[in-house]
Nanobody
């Protein structure tokens, strides 16, 4: 069973940057498309960015493209999310997720395993 562990969250001022990491154990990491989602209080979980198994194909939610960059290192079994020019509305718990199929989806129900989440708080 694949286990995911996020790190790198924290408190940052508006305009600042954070880099989230998600380390995977169990399974064969390079077999899984990976993604980042986020969930703010009282809101549904939403897609942030996704990356194909090889890392060649990347998908972003429209509002995050240009500020956020997803990447992966299959040798380290880790996926990253670089977040720049952060805004208070980016405040949320950020979750790493992996899919048991080859499809790089953008819906939570397309992903099979999840991390516990890491809190990102952006102050104004």
């Amino acid at each position: 069973q694949v286990q995911l562990l996020e790190s790198g969250g924290g408190l940052v001022q508006a305009g600042g940057s954070l880099r989230l990491s998600c380390a995977a154990t169990g399974g064969t990491f390079s077999n899984y498309p990976m993604a980042w989602f986020r969930q703010a209080p009282g809101k549904e979980r939403e897609f942030v960015a996704g990356i194909s198994r090889s890392g060649v194909v990347k998908k972003y939610a429209d509002s995050r493209q240009g500020r956020f960059t997803i990447s992966r290192d299959n040798a380290k079994n880790t996926v990253y999310l670089q977040m720049n020019s952060l805004k208070p509305e980016d405040t949320a718990v950020y979750y790493c997720a992996g899919a048991g199929t080859v499809v790089l989806g953008s819906r939570p129900d397309e992903y099979d395993f999840w991390g516990q989440g890491t809190q990102v708080t952006v102050s104004s």
